[in-house]
């Protein structure tokens, strides 16, 4: 059974620093990864996906890093500003035939 | 991108009443939906998965009586807790899956039950 690991599970930066979450799954027999955003409250948005024969995803200030043999992911976040702060969640697809695979997520706050 | 949407976004509701939340995919069809249900700053728990047409497949734990789901069209997926209690309270999201792109997940925005 695949299981989702985030580390650390809270992050607090000033304004202005690079900073790394990372992400951990046990079955590295994966179809993608999934980050997403979610304010306190709020759903779900979909940050970045990294298909499985994929190394990295970026898109502005975001880079997503795969290594699917060592079952490792990483989102780097360049020059943390207030409004990141959120909780960022990992999920990873086995196939099409079976749901997300939530991690419990980081919650980061980014202090001006 | 695809959208989910979710009605209502709130819902208070007294103890012994039950509720019923609608997932609707508004611009695919949705062969296979989700629910999630999220405790507060915790992780997103798989509830159950539901076909079109077919019966529901609950996770292990998850009272199928309890929480009742239907997927009776390619677009509308409705929970109903039953019976609701103050346990019940959480924050639950529902994702569908469509037949065109099997390997994505859209996220409906949500639904916060509070039972007094």
């Known amino acids: 059974k695949q299981e989702v690991t985030q580390i650390p599970a809270a992050l607090s930066v000033p304004e202005g620093e690079n900073l790394v979450l990372n992400c951990s799954f046990t079955d590295s027999a994966i179809y993608n990864l999934q980050w997403f955003r979610q304010d306190p409250g709020k759903g779900l948005t979909s940050l970045l996906l990294i298909q499985s024969s994929q190394r990295e995803q970026t898109s502005g200030r975001l880079n997503a890093s795969l290594d699917k043999s060592s079952g490792r992911s990483t989102l780097y976040i360049a020059a943390s500003q207030p409004g990141d702060s959120a909780t960022y969640l990992c999920?990873?697809?086995?196939?099409?035939?079976?749901?997300?695979?939530f991690g419990k997520g980081t919650r980061l706050s980014v202090i001006a | 991108g695809a959208v989910v949407s979710q009605h209502p976004s709130r819902v208070i509701c007294k103890s012994g009443t039950s509720v019923k939340i609608e997932c609707r995919s508004l611009d695919f069809q949705a062969t296979t939906m989700f629910w999630y249900r999220q405790f507060p700053k915790k992780s997103l728990m798989l509830m159950a998965t539901s076909n079109e047409g077919s019966k529901a497949t609950y996770e292990q734990g998850v009272e199928k009586d309890k929480f009742l789901i239907n997927h009776a069209s390619l677009t509308l997926s409705t929970l109903t807790v039953t019976s609701a209690h103050p346990e019940d309270s959480s924050f639950y999201i529902c994702?569908?899956?469509?037949?065109?792109?099997?390997?994505?997940?859209?996220f409906g925005p949500g639904t916060r039950l509070t039972v007094l």
């Open positions: 994702s569908a899956r469509g037949q065109a792109r099997v390997y994505t997940q859209y």
């Open positions: 999920a990873v697809l086995n196939s099409g035939n079976t749901p997300l695979v």
